[in-house]
């Protein structure tokens, strides 16, 4: 009995130990909850703060990227409002010259007003003098042939007339002949004697735009991670580079020649080195262009000593450099500038004009062709102004301007000039065309000849320099045909740009045919 007693005391010891243990248990786990559930609201009162500091950079940032981006834009419309500036700038320069020229056209029409009036006097004082020796003929007539005065007067007159205007249009005929044959036979004498003395072994080269490859897996890493390498060297050249299917060949595209040269060989330094990504396109691509700048300075300074024309600016030495990597129907323009200037300087020696002064002008003329494609206007207005900022003389400056007959001439080295660069353009194998615009000038030739009434077919031959046309026999006769001929050789000129001369025959002809049985 007292062993039961003593396990049910023990039982009762143990279960109350038992709930007290659960209780402290219980007292400590809430004690922890507490504490969790204060350092949880601290850590997201401290989260809140951060985010809100966050939040704050954030829209400074923000508001620093949209001021830059407002003074980005302001700097481009008074980049934009500079460039107008500029433009109209220039625009009252070539009006101010335009009024010059007006009002020397103004003094040269004085002059001659004057030299017409001066003219008209003697003329006065010339009749006056035939009219006095026509009346002593009509007294004498008058008086030998017992005619009345007004018949011996138509007769005497009628006499005078006729012989007067005989022998005045035999001596004009004469002597213009005798000219005309004179001066074709000098110049074709002097052209040919230029062109013997200097006859260039090439003035054509082809210049290429696409870029070799050893495999096509090396477009891929011209291509680059995401276009990562393709995008990097666009940007940094300026150029499209043109990866299509055709096998081992990467095309480069640009308007600018030179350009395009850097990337072309930019990207076979690549290829070579094999190491494409960004870094290394930039650093390739600089050392490229600073060895183009060095080749183009080079090629200036050669082309200037060859002609023997010192002292030019340093910007016209590497605008003439330029002109390497520029061609005008496949013709290198530098060398066809050298061409015209050694032409141009034999052509005034014969004559006995400053040779030297000639082949400045001649080496000089299509100076503007190296920057037409960054300014307004024509070549010839661009390499104008370029050589009057440039110190040159005012005969260089006018051949400039003027050797495509567009101004009026007004120094003789400008047709000199004019003439050296039709030769240079004109001679055999000096220029060419590419199928797609040979077969347009072509097809324009016809074109235009077609349009005229009468004509029925039209055919160009000898590569477009000489033009068949039909014409219908029945209802055109010869003094039509003619007309039709000068007029399409006077459309040719209006309306179509070409180098040398396009011969025009149009043919008439009666057909009939008759079958005997």
């Not at 005045?168 to 005929?173: F, K």
């Not at 090439?202 to 870029?211: F, G, I, R």
Request: some cysteine; charged content about 30%; hydrophobic content about 35%.
């Amino acid at each position: 009995m007292t062993e039961v007693i003593a396990a049910i005391i023990a039982a009762v010891v143990a279960a109350g130990l038992t709930f007290a243990i659960i209780q402290t248990i219980a007292r400590l786990r809430r004690n922890d909850a507490q504490s969790e559930a204060q350092r949880i609201v601290t850590q997201a009162n401290q989260d809140a703060a951060n985010r809100l500091k966050t939040a704050e950079l954030e829209i400074k940032e923000k508001a620093i990227q949209q001021k830059a981006e407002t003074e980005k834009e302001v700097g481009r419309l008074r980049d934009e409002l500079r460039e107008r500036e500029r433009a109209l700038d220039r625009r009252e320069e070539t009006l101010t010259q335009q009024g010059d020229a007006l009002q020397k056209q103004e003094r040269i029409v004085e002059s001659t007003q004057r030299r017409l009036t001066e003219k008209l006097e003697i003329s006065s004082r010339q009749n006056e003098e035939l009219g006095k020796v026509l009346e002593m003929h009509r007294q004498t007539l008058h008086k030998l042939s017992g005619l009345s005065r007004e018949d011996a007067t138509q007769r005497l007159l009628t006499t005078l007339d006729n012989e007067l205007a005989q022998e005045t249009g035999q001596r004009i005929l004469r002597h213009e002949r005798q000219i005309a044959e004179r001066c074709e036979a000098l110049s074709r004498e002097m052209l040919l004697t230029a062109l013997h003395r200097y006859a260039a072994a090439h003035t054509a080269e082809s210049t290429t735009s696409t870029v070799d490859i050893p495999s096509d897996d090396m477009k891929g890493r011209i291509i680059g991670r995401e276009g990562r390498n393709i995008r990097a060297f666009e940007k940094r050249t300026g150029v499209d580079v043109i990866i299509d299917d055709t096998p081992g060949v990467v095309i480069v595209s640009g308007f600018d020649p030179v350009r395009r040269e850097i990337a072309r060989q930019a990207l076979e330094k690549l290829i070579v080195d094999g190491r494409i990504h960004p870094s290394r396109i930039e650093e390739i691509v600089g050392d490229t262009e600073k060895e183009i700048e060095k080749f183009i300075r080079h090629k200036g300074e050669e082309a200037a000593q060859e002609v023997n024309v010192p002292n030019l600016h340093e910007r016209l030495v590497y605008m003439l450099g330029r002109l390497h990597f520029r061609t005008s129907y496949s013709q290198n323009v530098l060398r066809h500038s050298v061409e015209v200037a050694f032409l141009a300087g034999m052509l005034a020696e014969m004559i006995g004009l400053n040779g030297d002064l000639a082949r400045r002008c001649g080496l000089l003329h299509d100076i503007g062709k190296a920057a037409d494609h960054e300014l307004e206007g024509g070549h010839p207005k661009i390499g104008a102004d370029l050589l009057k900022r440039h110190g040159e003389s005012k005969e260089i400056v006018h051949a400039a301007l003027g050797h495509h007959d567009e101004i009026i001439t007004e120094y003789p080295y400008t047709m000199l000039v004019a003439t050296g660069d039709a030769c240079s353009a004109s001679r055999p194998g000096a220029r060419r065309e590419s199928l797609e615009r040979y077969i347009k000038r072509m097809e324009e030739l016809e074109t235009i000849a077609t349009g005229f009434p009468g004509v029925e077919q039209a055919f160009a031959i000898q590569a477009g320099r000489e033009l068949r046309v039909l014409v219908s026999a029945r209802d055109t006769d010869d003094v039509r045909a003619a007309r039709i001929c000068r007029d399409i050789a006077k459309a040719f000129e209006e309306q179509l740009t070409y180098p040398g001369e396009i011969k025009v025959t149009v043919v008439r002809e009666s057909r009939f045919t008759e079958i005997a049985h």
